[in-house]
T-cell receptor
Framework: AQSVTQLDSQVPVFEEAPVELRCNYS??????LFWYVQYPNQGLQLLLK??????LVKGINGFEAEFNKSQTSFHLRKPSVHISDTAEYFC????????????FGTGTRLKVLA | DTGVSQDPRHKITKRGQNVTFRCDPI?????LYWYRQTLGQGPEFLTY????????KSRLLSDRFSAERPKGSFSTLEIQRTEQGDSAMYLC????????????????FGEGSRLTVL
C-alpha cells in the first residue's frame, strides 16, 4: 500500500531562519504530490503541488518543494520563516491504483520562535 | 463561492448514541471526500464520492459508519452506536474532476466537525 512518511513530528526554528520539512513518498509509475498547511482551528489549505515537469515547485507564502525521484522525497523548504508560519504541515500523495484517494503523512508541527 | 462547510462544528455525545455530520461542498465540485483526523495524526481516508456514487470505502471503516451523497450535492456521514474510539475530527473535502486533471485536482477542505464521545 502506498504511504507517505514525515520523519519529523515537530520542528522548532527561530524567526527568519531557513527551514526544511521532510517528506518521503511511495514510489509509483505516476507520482502526484502535495503539501497542505493547517493553521490552528482552520481547515487544510494547499501550499503547493507537483504533478509533472520541473522538479522545483513554488507555492504560496514563499514555500517551495523539490521532487527527487531517486530518493523518493518531496521536502518542503522556506529560506526565512515568520511567526505566522507556525502551523501543522502535511505531505500527501494521490494513489494511482484506479481510485483517487489522497494519502496523508502524519504531519510536522512547525513552531517559529521569536 | 463560500467554500466547503461542515455542520455541526462540534458534537458531544454519549457512548451508544448515533450522530450525523453534514458536508456542503463547493457547488460545482463533483468529488467529495471524508477523512478522520485524530490528535498528532494526518487525515485518514474514510470514503469518497463521484457525484452521488460512493466509489471507495476504507476497510478501516466499520459497518457502524455510513455515508451518503443524494443527488450528488451535500453529503452526510452517520456513525451509529458511537464508541469512545470514534472521538476525532471528521473532515470533508471536495474537488472538481475534469479530464486527466481529474485525478490531480486540489482538495478543498472544510473546517471539520469535532466529535467527542463520552
Amino acid at each position: 500500500a502506498q504511504s507517505v512518511t514525515q520523519l519529523d513530528s515537530q520542528v522548532p526554528v527561530f524567526e527568519e531562519a531557513p527551514v526544511e520539512l521532510r517528506c518521503n513518498y511511495s514510489s509509483s509509475v505516476s507520482v502526484y504530490l502535495f503539501w497542505y498547511v493547517q493553521y490552528p482551528n482552520q481547515g487544510l489549505q494547499l501550499l503547493l503541488k507537483y504533478l509533472s515537469g520541473s522538479t522545483l515547485v513554488k507555492g504560496i507564502n514563499g514555500f517551495e518543494a523539490e521532487f527527487n525521484k531517486s530518493q523518493t522525497s518531496f521536502h518542503l523548504r522556506k529560506p526565512s520563516v515568520h511567526i505566522s508560519d507556525t502551523a501543522e504541515y502535511f505531505c500527501a500523495q494521490i494513489t494511482t491504483s484506479g481510485t483517487y484517494k489522497y494519502i496523508f503523512g502524519t504531519g510536522t508541527r512547525l513552531k517559529v520562535l521569536a | 463561492d463560500t467554500g466547503v462547510s461542515q455542520d455541526p462544528r462540534h458534537k458531544i455525545t454519549k457512548r451508544g448514541q448515533n450522530v450525523t455530520f453534514r458536508c456542503d461542498p463547493i457547488s460545482e465540485h463533483n468529488r467529495l471526500y471524508w477523512y478522520r483526523q485524530t490528535l498528532g495524526q494526518g487525515p485518514e481516508f474514510l470514503t469518497y464520492f463521484q457525484n452521488e456514487a460512493q466509489l471507495e470505502k476504507s476497510r478501516l471503516l466499520s459497518d457502524r459508519f455510513s455515508a451518503e451523497r443524494p443527488k450528488g450535492s451535500f453529503s452526510t456521514l452517520e456513525i451509529q452506536r458511537t464508541e469512545q474510539g470514534d472521538s476525532a475530527m471528521y473532515l470533508c473535502a471536495s474537488s472538481l474532476a475534469r479530464g486527466w486533471e481529474a485525478s490531480t485536482g486540489e482538495l478543498f477542505f472544510g473546517e471539520g466537525s469535532r466529535l467527542t464521545v463520552l
